[in-house]
């Protein structure tokens, strides 16, 4: 089964595309768009029509949503919104560092903000191997959310008021990485990936600090996205109230690096680090 | 018993003060600096030592960190870090819509990010009714996370690699709105809270998007944050080490607004679109 534009019910009820105020996905009811056109508000690429015929989507002939990997990622409500096509989800993952995982604890589902990246299928992330986190996560399956805010839809009515973001959420069982060498390689490769070369750079790493460094990795197999992207999106009849409508469009900056005060006399800033991105 | 600066002890391990790679709070161990001075890297406010002795952090003499409120919301690991004033976790609460809210559902601990608001003592957020989020919140205790990226913080090892960030969590069980009246006069609370006067401006609520939209509540009185300000905290003997270390710093950036092309003729934007902010 595909959620592509083509399979959009014809027949759903006339407040179902809207966006029901600001709330995220994947069980909110935000129109979905697609995420490789991430420019805000008002003019999409390449001709294609949204599924609400008020704006233009980029999708490219070949590709498809995709389809729900589980049961369980699968989005229960208006599931033509939803896209599960590898392109997108290593797109939101490979946009930001920041993850927020969700691993019971005590019989609470606690939500930690951790830095991860991807490497092909997986995602990794680390932290201090005495953490209660890493202690419990190979016992559960767990919940690992990447999410960016790209702007605030500014509608004719509050019920229709949104914003485009884009998010992912992975579904299933982590694993710990307890080979030494293994997690020395991941973590260099996390440290590059934020900065090119950086490693390379730095004091080499202590086998003491690999000790008490976990590292859990997670398949992105199980992976469900939601993407909203453009012009607020009114009930017909709104669209005659005076009110003005738009995006505030939102977004990551890095700022100029500050030197640490303490750096040796003559240290020169690689132009490596000016390579950091996000967003 | 106070986490104020003055509580730290005194025979930690030389490794407990680092940062242990980017990993957030509040299981991570990095260190914690007073919120409100929220100037990135190098310079830090008013003559507190920080407790690792290489910076200032901003503390006035009437405050403390805190306690925690409950044993779950203690953080375990270096607790001389963590941060349980009222000033601190509505400082963070305001600082930004998005939410991530951890939610057991069929066995996963589901992470969900959503737009949120404080009013006082308790956070809000809302969505469809009949998300499954909304019918099983009041069950069980949930998690609500709030984050923000500050800075990227580029140490001369690996390890002592870090970001910069506020976070708040808040354990607790949430309860649902179900009073149409108070729900109106909370969704307009949150409207007007992201731009002011704008839920006067807008086409008048109907009563089917009333009932429709679910709203949850939250207290916020079971609270912990982390914050890390400040410039890379090496190993004493790596400050020899001839990398270059420093901030790069983060933030959000809210770009101009752009009109929908469906707004009427001569509809000016209101100059309260442009008190939107976050961060």
């Not at 989005?75 to 919104?81: F, G």
């Amino acid at each position: 089964m595909s959620f592509g534009l083509a399979s959009r019910p014809k027949n759903l009820p006339k407040r179902s595309k809207r966006g029901g105020f600001l709330h995220f996905p994947p069980w909110s009811n935000l129109e979905s768009v697609d995420s490789r056109d991430r420019r805000h508000g008002i003019e999409f690429a390449n001709g294609a029509r949204s599924p609400f015929g008020k704006g233009k989507v980029s999708m490219s002939d070949d590709e498809s949503r995709g389809e729900a990997p589980s049961e369980r990622t699968r989005v229960k409500h208006y599931n033509w919104l939803a896209r599960y096509d590898r392109k997108t989800v290593e797109d939101i993952l490979d946009a930001t560092p920041l993850a927020h995982v969700g691993c019971l604890m005590n019989g609470v589902p606690f939500v930690t903000p951790t830095f991860f990246w991807r490497e092909n299928d997986r995602v990794y992330w680390h932290g201090a191997a005495a953490g209660r986190m890493f202690k419990v996560l190979e016992q559960q399956d767990i919940c690992l959310t990447v999410s960016l805010l790209d702007g605030l839809v500014v509608a004719r009515s509050a019920f229709n008021f949104n914003c485009n973001f884009r998010s992912v959420m992975l579904l299933g069982r982590a694993e710990l990485i307890r080979d030494e060498t293994v997690k020395v390689k991941k973590l260099r490769n996390f440290v590059n990936r934020l900065i090119p070369g950086e490693w390379e750079r730095l004091r080499p790493i202590h086998e003491r600090e690999v000790k008490v460094t976990a590292l859990a990795s997670m398949s992105i197999a199980e992976a469900s996205c939601k993407v909203r992207i453009g012009p607020p999106l009114d009930d017909d009849e709104d669209y005659a109230f005076p009110s003005w409508a738009g995006v505030i469009p939102i977004r990551y900056q890095v700022l100029p690096p500050e030197a640490d005060p303490r750096n040796l006399p003559d240290t020169e800033m690689p132009d490596d680090i000016l390579k950091f991105h996000l967003g």
